[in-house]
């Protein structure tokens, strides 16, 4: 088997405020406008795509972020044991959903890098770069928002209060991460 | 610190004695002081001196609107801050001071003779003067240029830290005086989210040190009902009050930018790794403009002395700082408010000489209790000159006639060593027009007010910056107004108490006369540039009309306060003179920021490594280690090249460059954007997109395609393949990956919304590492040997899906040097090890990692184009001689209606060409300009060169280039002037090597 590097392999603690990298991660693009999309994922993975905006949908085994009215991220909730885990899933999906023409299944479990934020100022911090208004979306549970921190496109998902995983592209995320760690030190 | 000069003040901590230096020397004022009212207290009211004419000037006010006491902070010349108003830094320990604009120093400046020559330097001095000789301009310059600007700048970066924040709120009131702490408690008291903002260490405003009997709330002093109120406003968790916070821009859609100072005020060992300023970037949902008003000065003759304050700024020295601006005061008014100075001076046994008041009487309440205190007061009178260079010692003041355009009687000296001046209020309207909000004239207090048929939605302004000026108005209109904005029924505000002196007697002149011509007078309106009222005459009769440009001809209101407080003077004056109402005259434009910003708030943390963003491929550390130089592109760190042994660049890339045409070169391409189309109209899209034909690509084929914008012009290109019967994968450029993206996104979504497609990038997915050069088959063979490389099942522009120790893998052969070459696309996380299996797969093959350089090199002799180098955004796919990818039989693609345009058919368009120069060694400069006849003039420019190299390969110069009908002029003799030479150069084929695409197939 090859050797896995994530991108950042790293976390930090600081005054009540906790950041690490959670890799790896499966990540799975899912598009589709078919009205049977949404029964097929609930068959294949017991979990329903959202449909309300910037929502979520949670099981034991994934979470299912709401992108755009066609489009969702699913992602693991626990980091994967081995490669074939992720190949397996990207797979099941494929088959049933892009090769039935049921939509569009595309693996980005590299694409993106997953960073977890964790107490009650990480939404001071990541308002230092980001225009977002987190005042109703930090208690709102499972909402999702696709925004820029530091200028950087971000997707992010709230988990519940003070608990959130913020997913970045793989070639940007280095450079988020030292901005994250420097504003972290002013909070 | 003069103990004669000082009072109790309960604001500030007069248990704490802080020392500072100014101009060297060191003085002791209190914590809770501000720089100015520190010096006020060891008697020092000379701090600096004027712009032009070097004329000593002194504090005269205690706020934002200072236009004299702007000093130079540090005395480090590395680190140093120019223009700090001295009444806006509060004390601290560390802290050293100097005047701006002296030489040798504040009390003896050598420029003072300006102050002499002043009558030969009216308005427009330098625009007139300064025209003739014209060749004598530039040793005019180098005066004016030593003579311009105020203050030094810094040598050194900034070492301190600085932020940005944004905020959302329901409600952000501006200003912490009484009627934005009125506002607030409103907005809180209905839980809406707020925030209140002040520039001061306090909230209160003005309010907060009025203790005077002649004006209550509830039967109590305005100072401690008003204290009780701010105590209660922290029992709000949805109130955030946030002080030293001065708002500096109010944009459009209640969108505004705050400073927050957070360490100026500290002692300079406690400010070390924190942040000195925050810039807040705030929305709100509403806004409540609670800015109040400044006082005016009033416009006599040498009104500037040191020693002449704003009456209100002498109460708030004495009442709030505890300082007495001098010993013998007397007051120049034309309201009532400067009575309430009297009061408090009296209050604090400051001996009060006199007041002169231009008005004929005063029947208010207040002005009656100064009466029977037994102060002079001079009625109908005013100023016609002051006296004392350094500090003011006597005022000569005069009766005025019953219109008041002159003066009558005898002349009466008064002697004194500080003049409080009041001429009335102006609100403070700028943040109000900032956001779009138009004024209206209020012709009884002669000011501009905030127009409310004229203001932007959800937006309000209240207290003194709308124009109520006296106490119970401020209160009962603050409420109302609030309560209805907020959609507040009732609030605790609508039964109090409210009792105050009211001003029944109003008098206003803009430029009061003297018993000397106005010519022998200097009336200052902008105290730090020097213009005066006659400036402002002179600039009437010069034909300057409309206010901004009397303002930039006679710089009135473009000193560092901005016009606070000269602009209304010089508008009074023009509407004077020209006989025009104020009202129709306006305003000059109100611009952010309303105080100075520092650039470090601005820039907050994006300087260094966060000044843009730096994106890395997988391999990056590799890179690193092995010695890369690296290219920024985009926002990419790319491999440049990778020098050995401290070869220069051009060694690296010969080297490197040979290597992949000999043997093999590796390259880490994973910067190129890559797109997942999926959909069963999937190869319509693309159909639609590139130029070419895509329906008939087989699955596992490639295909390079070039994608147009609207015009027709060459937007980007890369090579697609079909995976399968709906599925493609796209590359773009690097820099074109983002663009790409969201036009086609748009497309189908806007355009083309019946297609079945669906976009998902996968830029970094995918790690993609190129291996090319004859030996490339060999070591791929070695990292794969399950796959079957031969050109049979492998063929050039086909993929296969592969593995490599259980991860799978894409291999593409496809090309970009004209080498046999083969693409491993594998996801991000196994890339690196992939590469330096690679690296040890071609160990035997010498294989060589090669940059960014080498590549362009190697695809300029194929003659491949780099869309952004060799493209422009103004050449077809005709202009680059590449008609072969422009399908003739499609229906439709984006730009193919442009490519029929009269202009895009035109043969004597530039098109792409190959150059080689007559001496093979002689390397062309990308940029160059190609010609051909030397002697024309003006010469004529036939086109450029946009990509040139010396190729080891072929051991000669080569180059590409743009020319006017270049298809037919191959074999045509050109010349690229240069500055010292002029290069001969003949125009070629575009494809320098390999012709016949025989190492493609190899």
Same mark, same amino acid.
């Given at each position: 088997m090859l050797n896995l590097e994530t991108s950042i392999q790293g976390n930090k603690s600081y005054n009540n405020l906790t950041i690490s990298e959670v890799e790896p991660v499966i990540k799975i693009n899912l598009r589709s406008k078919k009205r049977e999309f949404s029964a097929k994922i609930g068959k294949i993975l017991s979990i329903i795509p959202p449909v309300e905006s910037n929502m979520s949908s949670i099981n034991d085994n994934y979470s299912l972020l709401w992108l755009s009215p066609d489009e969702w991220l699913l992602y693991s909730n626990n980091k994967i044991s081995n490669y074939e885990e992720q190949i397996n899933l990207e797979d099941k999906l494929f088959n049933q959903i892009s090769k039935l023409n049921q939509g569009a299944v595309t693996n980005v479990t590299d694409h993106l890098v997953m960073i977890n934020l964790n107490g009650n100022k990480i939404y001071d911090l990541l308002s230092k770069g980001c225009p977002f208004n987190f005042n109703d979306f930090m208690s709102k549970k499972g909402s999702v928002a696709q925004t820029i921190v530091n200028h950087t496109d971000v997707i992010l998902h709230n988990i519940n209060e003070g608990n959130l995983n913020l997913f970045v592209r793989r070639s940007f995320s280095k450079h988020l991460w030292s901005w994250i760690n420097d504003s972290a030190r002013f909070i | 610190?003069?103990?004669?000069?000082?009072?109790?003040?309960?604001?500030?901590?007069?248990?704490?004695?802080?020392?500072?230096?100014?101009?060297?020397?060191?003085?002791?004022?209190?914590?809770?002081?501000?720089?100015?009212?520190?010096?006020?207290?060891?008697?020092?009211?000379?701090?600096?001196?004027?712009?032009?004419?070097?004329?000593? &000037?002194?504090?005269?006010?205690?706020?934002?609107?200072?236009?004299?006491?702007?000093?130079?902070?540090?005395?480090?010349?590395?680190? +140093?801050?120019?223009?700090?108003?001295?009444?806006?830094?509060?004390?601290?320990?560390?802290?050293?001071?100097?005047?701006?604009?002296?030489?040798?120093?504040?009390?003896?400046?050598?420029?003072?003779?300006?102050?002499?020559?002043?009558?030969?330097?009216?308005?427009? =001095?330098?625009?007139?003067?300064?025209?003739?000789?014209?060749? =004598?301009?530039?040793?005019?310059? =180098?005066?004016?240029?030593?003579?311009?600007?105020?203050?030094?700048?810094?040598?050194?970066?900034?070492?301190?830290?600085?932020?940005?924040? $944004?905020?959302?709120?329901?409600?952000?009131?501006?200003?912490?005086?009484?009627?934005?702490?009125?506002?607030?408690?409103?907005?809180?008291?209905?839980?809406?989210?707020?925030?209140?903002?002040? !520039?001061?260490?306090?909230?209160?405003?003005?309010?907060?040190?009025?203790?005077?009997?002649?004006?209550?709330?509830?039967?109590?002093?305005?100072? *401690?009902?008003?204290?009780?109120?701010?105590?209660?406003?922290?029992?709000?968790?949805?109130?955030?009050?946030?002080?030293?916070?001065?708002?500096?821009?109010?944009?459009?859609?209640?969108?505004?930018?705050?400073?927050?100072?957070?360490? !100026?005020?500290?002692?300079?060992? !406690?400010?070390?790794?924190?942040?000195?300023?925050?810039?807040?970037?705030?929305?709100?949902?509403?806004?409540?403009?609670?800015?109040?008003?400044?006082?005016?000065?009033?416009?006599?003759?040498?009104?500037?002395?040191?020693?002449?304050?704003?009456?209100?700024?002498?109460?708030?020295?004495?009442?709030? $700082?505890?300082? *007495?601006?001098?010993?013998?005061?007397?007051?120049?008014?034309?309201?009532?408010?400067?009575?309430?100075?009297?009061?408090?001076?009296?209050?604090?046994?400051?001996? %009060?000489?006199?007041?002169?008041?231009?008005?004929?009487?005063?029947?208010?309440?207040?002005?009656?209790?100064?009466?029977?205190? /037994?102060?002079? %007061? $001079?009625?109908?009178?005013?100023?016609?000159?002051?006296?004392?260079?350094?500090?003011?010692?006597?005022?000569?003041?005069?009766?005025?006639?019953?219109?008041?355009?002159?003066?009558? /009687?005898?002349?009466?000296?008064?002697?004194?060593?500080?003049?409080?001046?009041?001429?009335?209020? +102006? #609100?403070?309207?700028?943040?109000?027009?900032?956001?779009?909000?138009?004024?209206?004239?209020? &012709? %009884?207090?002669?000011?501009?007010?905030?127009?409310?048929?004229?203001?932007?939605?959800?937006?309000?302004?209240?207290?003194?910056?709308?124009?109520?000026?006296?106490?119970?108005? %401020?209160?009962?209109?603050?409420?109302?107004?609030?309560?209805? =904005?907020?959609?507040?029924?009732?609030?605790?505000?609508?039964?109090?108490?409210?009792?105050?002196?009211?001003?029944?007697?109003?008098?206003?002149?803009?430029?009061?006369?003297?018993?000397?011509?106005?010519?022998?007078?200097? #009336?200052?309106? !902008?105290?730090?540039?020097?213009?005066?009222?006659?400036?402002? *005459?002179?600039?009437?009769?010069?034909?300057?009309?409309?206010?901004?440009?009397?303002?930039?001809?006679?710089?009135?209101?473009?000193?560092?306060?901005?016009?606070?407080?000269?602009?209304?003077?010089?508008?009074?004056?023009?509407?004077?003179?020209? /006989?025009?109402?104020?009202?129709?005259?306006?305003?000059?434009?109100?611009? #952010?920021?309303?105080? #100075?910003?520092?650039? /470090?708030?601005?820039?907050?943390?994006?300087?260094?490594?966060?000044?843009?963003?730096?994106?890395?491929?997988?391999?990056?550390?590799?890179?690193?280690?092995?010695?890369?130089?690296?290219?920024?592109?985009?926002?990419?760190?790319?491999?440049?090249?990778?020098?050995?042994?401290?070869?220069?660049?051009?060694?690296?890339?010969q080297r490197e460059s040979k290597a992949a045409r000999d043997s093999a070169g590796i390259l880490d391409a994973s910067t190129l954007g890559k797109i997942d189309i999926q959909g069963t109209d999937a190869s319509e899209f693309l159909n639609r997109v590139y130029t070419n034909a895509w329906s008939k690509l087989q699955i596992g084929k490639c295909r390079y395609g070039l994608m147009l914008n609207e015009d027709g012009m060459v937007y980007d290109d890369g090579v697609t393949t079909r995976l399968g019967e709906n599925h493609y994968i796209m590359t773009t450029t690097t820099g074109g990956a983002a663009n790409v993206l969201n036009k086609l996104e748009d497309y189908l979504q806007t355009e083309w919304p019946e297609l079945d497609v669906y976009l998902t990038t996968v830029t970094d997915h995918f790690s993609t590492i190129s291996i090319c050069g004859p030996n490339s088959k060999k070591i791929v063979n070695k990292m794969i040997p399950d796959l079957d490389l031969s050109d049979q099942n492998f063929p050039h522009m086909s993929f296969k899906n592969s593995s490599i120790n259980g991860v799978r893998c894409r291999v593409m052969r496809i090309s970009f040097t004209g080498e046999h070459s083969y693409e491993i696309n594998i996801q991000s996380n196994y890339a690196k090890n992939v590469w330096e299996m690679s690296m040890e797969a071609g160990k035997e093959y010498n294989i060589t990692p090669y940059g960014t350089e080498t590549m362009h090199l190697l695809r300029a002799e194929k003659g491949f184009i780099i869309t952004g180098q060799d493209t422009d955004g103004t050449l077809t796919p005709v202009d680059l001689q590449m008609d072969w990818i422009v399908s003739k039989k499609k229906y439709d693609f984006i730009g193919k209606r442009s490519l029929y345009r009269s202009d895009t058919i035109r043969e004597d368009r530039k098109q792409l060409v190959g150059l080689i120069t007559e001496d093979p060694n002689e390397v062309l400069e990308e940029g160059a300009q190609i010609v051909e006849d030397l002697n024309k003039k003006p010469i004529e420019m036939l086109g450029h060169v946009t990509s040139s190299y010396f190729s080891p390969n072929l051991n000669k110069s080569i180059a590409l280039a743009v020319v006017v009908s270049g298809k037919n002029l191959r074999g045509k003799k050109l010349f690229v002037p240069m500055e010292n030479k002029n290069i001969n150069v003949t125009i070629t084929d575009t494809v320098f090597y390999d012709k016949e695409n025989k190492r493609l197939n190899a």
């Open positions: - | 610190m003069s103990k004669e000069l000082r009072v109790n003040s309960k604001y500030i901590d007069q248990t704490t004695r802080i020392p500072f230096k100014f101009n060297g020397k060191t003085f002791y004022g209190f914590k809770g002081d501000t720089l100015a009212s520190a010096l006020l207290s060891n008697n020092v009211h000379l701090v600096g001196r004027s712009f032009k004419y070097h004329r000593p &000037r002194g504090i005269m006010t205690c706020g934002s609107e200072e236009p004299n006491a702007i000093v130079q902070v540090s005395n480090d010349p590395s680190l +140093t801050e120019p223009n700090v108003r001295a009444t806006e830094i509060e004390l601290y320990e560390g802290l050293e001071a100097n005047s701006q604009n002296c030489w040798p120093s504040v009390n003896f400046d050598i420029g003072g003779i300006n102050n002499f020559l002043s009558p030969f330097l009216p308005a427009g =001095f330098y625009y007139k003067t300064f025209m003739w000789p014209a060749s =004598f301009w530039e040793k005019y310059e =180098f005066f004016i240029r030593h003579s311009a600007g105020l203050g030094k700048a810094p040598t050194k970066p900034d070492p301190n830290i600085y932020d940005h924040q $944004y905020a959302h709120c329901d409600v952000l009131v501006i200003g912490g005086g009484i009627s934005g702490v009125i506002a607030a408690k409103l907005s809180a008291e209905k839980k809406l989210n707020t925030i209140l903002l002040d !520039d001061k260490k306090d909230l209160g405003g003005v309010s907060i040190y009025n203790n005077d009997d002649n004006f209550k709330i509830n039967d109590q002093n305005v100072s *401690k009902w008003l204290s009780n109120e701010i105590e209660n406003l922290k029992k709000y968790p949805n109130l955030s009050i946030k002080t030293r916070t001065s708002l500096a821009a109010f944009h459009g859609y209640n969108y505004l930018l705050a400073r927050e100072n957070l360490t !100026d005020h500290l002692n300079v060992n !406690d400010r070390k790794d924190k942040i000195r300023q925050r810039l807040w970037k705030i929305r709100a949902k509403k806004v409540v403009i609670a800015t109040g008003a400044i006082e005016r000065p009033l416009i006599f003759n040498n009104n500037d002395r040191p020693g002449i304050l704003l009456s209100s700024s002498i109460k708030k020295y004495i009442d709030y $700082y505890g300082v *007495k601006c001098g010993t013998k005061i007397s007051i120049f008014t034309s309201n009532d408010s400067a009575y309430e100075t009297v009061l408090s001076l009296y209050k604090n046994g400051v001996k %009060i000489n006199s007041i002169i008041d231009i008005r004929d009487k005063s029947e208010s309440l207040i002005v009656k209790k100064v009466q029977d205190i /037994g102060i002079k %007061i $001079y009625w109908k009178h005013t100023v016609v000159n002051t006296k004392g260079y350094k500090r003011i010692n006597s005022v000569e003041l005069m009766k005025l006639n019953e219109k008041g355009t002159g003066v009558i /009687g005898d002349k009466i000296n008064e002697s004194c060593d500080c003049l409080g001046i009041s001429g009335g209020w +102006t #609100p403070m309207v700028h943040l109000f027009t900032q956001s779009g909000g138009k004024l209206e004239f209020n &012709r %009884i207090d002669n000011m501009f007010i905030p127009d409310e048929n004229k203001s932007p939605s959800e937006q309000i302004s209240v207290g003194s910056c709308n124009g109520d000026l006296e106490l119970d108005d %401020i209160i009962k209109k603050t409420n109302l107004k609030t309560k209805e =904005f907020l959609d507040i029924n009732t609030s605790i505000f609508d039964s109090l108490k409210i009792q105050n002196s009211k001003e029944k007697n109003k008098k206003n002149i803009w430029l009061l006369p003297s018993d000397k011509a106005l010519g022998k007078t200097k #009336p200052f309106l !902008d105290f730090q540039n020097d213009s005066t009222a006659k400036d402002v *005459k002179l600039a009437l009769r010069e034909g300057f009309k409309s206010i901004e440009h009397v303002k930039r001809y006679t710089t009135t209101g473009m000193g560092t306060d901005q016009g606070k407080l000269s602009n209304m003077h010089a508008l009074g004056i023009i509407a004077d003179t020209t /006989g025009t109402n104020m009202g129709e005259l306006g305003t000059t434009t109100f611009r #952010p920021p309303f105080t #100075p910003l520092t650039f /470090g708030a601005i820039v907050g943390r994006n300087v260094g490594q966060f000044f843009d963003h730096t994106r890395y491929s997988a391999m990056h550390n590799w890179h690193e280690t092995n010695g890369a130089k690296f290219e920024n592109v985009g926002q990419w760190k790319r491999p440049w090249y990778y020098p050995k042994n401290k070869e220069s660049m051009h060694e690296a890339v």
